[in-house]
């Protein structure tokens, strides 16, 4: 503890002359060298003073070889000194009092030799007597100050011994310039000691706010909640990665405004601050048509005046989480199933397949074992289509080069299709993109679609042409795929319904109506997500939407 006490009185010792060499400049050497300049030019003028003879002041009235012996001594001096200060060498605290010490003395023989304070010298004095106050405060400076008031009075009476007089006129001036040269010294030093202390406490201050600056900037950074800070006119002045990243990551975003990036979001600004701000609401939003994102509105400062705080959360996350709960709960039930459903649907099965082979089986009863079989097969198709989806819960994620990924899935499905490949079409405007997907799952998720535009779009099959496109949204993190087809689309009454489970709109009771709700399941598996796009002109459009893709560096400048 006594360690660690010295330690904190030796930092705040250092951190206190530190501060005094701040109090008069950041450099301490710079009023030293104008007052090493100020030294040449008394220096100067007085020279020239003495040499011409015309001025009226008294200089070296009463010894004249002693005053120009001074001033020769002392022109040299002042000279040496610019060169000093100038190299800072010797040391700043030896050469402050160096040339105080020598000013008071040379000032003291000026003053002697030209018969006292009646030559008007003597205010001259005060300058490098206070000066180791301002510069360097300490009882060292005081001392200086008591020696110069002493020797000042010393001087004059000295003076008055040697011319006989008896007046106490000049003793009284003496000491009335004696008192306000102390007075002066004191005051300053005191003051700036005051000023030194309050740089220290400055200074202290800066480095904890700094450091606290620091500090919530290594906590945003951290955050996984985007946080955009945006002033009244809605420019962004600063962006978390999280943030950065959620929208597109922007390589031109400080000062910019929010509306060049996210104009949904800026949208929602603006009538939050016109209407509701300072209360903190939330807005669901999807970004640039792909990402859904939750915002958070909150007001720093004074309304009008202060700061907005935007916080971002992509609901990815979320329903990431809600879908491997989904699937726990799924496989759960799935295992129920096959135990209380499979074995006796089996049973069933293998009966009416016993009893289609008898030999005495009428022609309608033939039919009824028929439909029997038919249905048992469907019912068994539909419970491993649930069982598969519930052994999908946890994805393999790969890194997958989209296009090169799906010019091998296109030569695929035509080889095991009705389609030839001119009627499929693909259009990638991103030819490096990659993304994370489960490559079984995404091969599983293309040809449900696929399958379906060829079974349901068209009566006839050869009219159908399928399109696949894919592109970058501005702005966003996320990657676009459309499958378009030019068939019958989907009634408006149904589209609610299109990935509910066991929903379907074949009429010829050949479809489980799982293979929708089976693809958007293993895209929420998989982080992304899948939705019905209804097309103006007529048609279907599935869209696939990948977050977390990447982009090559051109890409996304052209973006």
């Not at 020239?48 to 120009?68: C, Q």
């Not at 309050?198 to 919530?216: P, Y």
């Not at 080069?401 to 499905?413: C, G, P, R, S, Y």
Request: overall charge negative; hydrophobic content about 40%.
């Amino acid at each position: 503890m006594q360690s660690g006490a010295r330690t904190a009185g030796t930092i705040e010792a250092e951190e206190y002359t530190f501060a005094q060499d701040l109090v008069v400049s950041a450099d301490r050497w710079s009023p030293l060298q104008l007052y090493s300049l100020y030294r040449l030019i008394l220096a100067g003028v007085l020279l020239i003073t003495d040499l011409s003879k015309a001025s009226s002041l008294l200089l070296g009235t009463l010894d004249t070889h002693l005053f120009s012996s001074a001033l020769n001594a002392y022109v040299v001096i002042a000279i040496f000194g610019v060169f000093l200060t100038h190299f800072r060498s010797p040391s700043f605290k030896v050469q402050l009092y160096t040339h105080a010490v020598v000013d008071i003395i040379f000032l003291l023989v000026v003053v002697y030799s030209s018969g006292g304070l009646n030559s008007g010298l003597g205010i001259l004095i005060l300058l490098p007597v206070i000066l180791p106050s301002i510069l360097n405060p300490s009882q060292g400076s005081l001392l200086l100050s008591a020696l110069t008031v002493i020797a000042l009075l010393a001087t004059e009476v000295a003076l008055k011994m040697n011319l006989g007089e008896t007046s106490s006129s000049a003793l009284f001036h003496t000491g009335v310039l004696s008192l306000f040269i102390m007075m002066v010294s004191m005051w300053a030093g005191s003051w700036f000691e005051k000023a030194a202390h309050t740089a220290a406490l400055a200074k202290r201050r800066g480095i904890d706010l700094a450091n606290l600056s620091q500090l919530n900037q290594s906590i945003l950074d951290q955050l996984q909640t985007g946080i955009v800070v945006l002033d009244q006119n809605a420019q962004i002045r600063h962006l978390n990665p999280t943030a950065w990243d959620m929208l597109g990551q922007p390589e031109d975003w400080r000062d910019s405004t929010l509306k060049q990036f996210a104009p949904e979001l800026n949208a929602h600004l603006n009538y939050w601050l016109e209407n509701i701000s300072p209360k903190v609401v939330s807005y669901d939003i999807k970004h640039w048509k792909s990402t859904d994102f939750t915002m958070r509105l909150s007001q720093l400062g004074i309304r009008n005046q202060g700061v907005v705080l935007m916080y971002l959360e992509d609901t990815r996350m979320q329903r990431e989480k809600q879908q491997d709960v989904k699937m726990a709960s799924l496989g759960q039930l799935t295992a129920n199933i096959a135990h209380e459903i499979r074995n006796p649907l089996g049973a069933i099965s293998h009966a009416a397949q016993l009893l289609s082979e008898s030999p005495i089986l009428e022609k309608a009863d033939e039919r009824m074992v028929q439909i029997i079989q038919s249905n048992s097969t469907r019912m068994n198709t539909t419970i491993e289509s649930v069982l598969n989806l519930s052994r999908k819960s946890n994805p393999h994620r790969e890194n997958i080069q989209l296009k090169l990924w799906l010019n091998n899935f296109v030569d695929d499905f035509v080889q095991q299709s009705s389609l030839t490949k001119e009627q499929i079409n693909l259009f990638i405007d991103i030819p490096d993109a990659t993304i994370q997907f489960d490559p079984t799952h995404l091969h599983q998720i293309m040809w449900n679609l696929c399958r379906n535009a060829e079974k349901y779009a068209k009566d006839d099959a050869a009219d159908l042409h399928i399109d696949i496109q894919g592109n970058h949204p501005p702005h966003t993190r996320d990657i676009m795929l459309n499958i378009i087809d030019n068939g019958k689309g989907v009634e408006p009454s149904n589209i609610e319904r299109l990935f509910e489970p066991f929903f379907t709109t074949s009429t010829e009771g050949e479809g489980t109506g799982l293979g929708l709700f089976m693809a958007r399941e293993l895209c929420l598996s998989n982080g992304s997500t899948l939705e019905y796009v209804k097309l103006p002109a007529g048609g279907s459009c599935f869209r696939l939407i990948f977050s977390q893709s990447k982009l090559s560096k051109k890409n996304q400048n052209q973006n």
